[in-house]
Each structure stands twice: as structure tokens, then as C-alpha cells.
């Protein structure tokens, strides 16, 4: 079966960075995905990066997380630098088959998420 486990998550100040992880496990997808929910937020996509290496994000992380893939080792990283408060959240990795999807609904697979929490 499918298991997508998150790890990397912590508490950090504004502007410091963090790397999140995430081992796959069962097989493999065409898109990974990352999302994260805020307190009484929807989930909200982040980023986005495919088998072959093309990578999607939200407009809010753009120039500060990257998301990169170690198909040989099922694993995606979420690198995160210069963290705002805003960006405190659960982060989930997803698995999707399609490219590069940005919606909830279009991931068929969720971790259970890590903490990021950000303060000023």
C-alpha cells in the first residue's frame, strides 16, 4: 500500500530556513505535491514537481522554497529559505498521477503532515 510520511518540520524565526522530507513508499507517482493548512484555513497548494523535473508553485513561495525529487530513493524535499510567519502551517506531501496538478481534490494520497511554525 501507498504511505507518504513528512519530516523536517519545527519551529524557526522569520527568515531562517527549514528542508522538509518526504519518503515514499508503495510505488512510485507522476507528480508530488506539497501542500500545507493553517489553523482554521483550507489547504492550500505550495509546490509541485514531476518524474521528469518540472515544477510548479504557488505564487506566495516563488523564489523562496524549491521542491526537488530523488526518484531513485522516492523521496521529495521541500527546501524552504527565508520563512515568514505566514507561511506557519501542517505541510502535507501528496501524490498525484497527473502533471502537476495545484487542486486537493486531483492528489489521491496525503502524509500526515509536519509542523512548520514560524515566529517574527
Known amino acids: 500500500q501507498v504511505q507518504l510520511v513528512e519530516s523536517g518540520g519545527g519551529l524557526v524565526q522569520a527568515g531562517d530556513s527549514l528542508r522538509l522530507a518526504c519518503a515514499a513508499s508503495g510505488r512510485a507517482f507522476y507528480s508530488m505535491g506539497w501542500f500545507r493548512q493553517a489553523p482554521g484555513k483550507e489547504r492550500e497548494f505550495v509546490a509541485a514537481n514531476s518524474w521528469v523535473g518540472n515544477t510548479a508553485y504557488a505564487d506566495s513561495v516563488k523564489g523562496r522554497f524549491t521542491i526537488s525529487r530523488d526518484n531513485a530513493g522516492n523521496m521529495v524535499y521541500l527546501q524552504m529559505n527565508r520563512l515568514k510567519p505566514e507561511d506557519t502551517a501542517v505541510y502535507f506531501c501528496?501524490?498525484?498521477?497527473?502533471?502537476?496538478?495545484?487542486?486537493?481534490?486531483?492528489?489521491?494520497?496525503w502524509g500526515q503532515g509536519t509542523q512548520v511554525t514560524v515566529s517574527s
Open positions: 501528496a501524490a498525484a498521477a497527473g502533471r502537476l496538478p495545484r487542486t486537493v481534490s486531483s492528489y489521491d494520497y
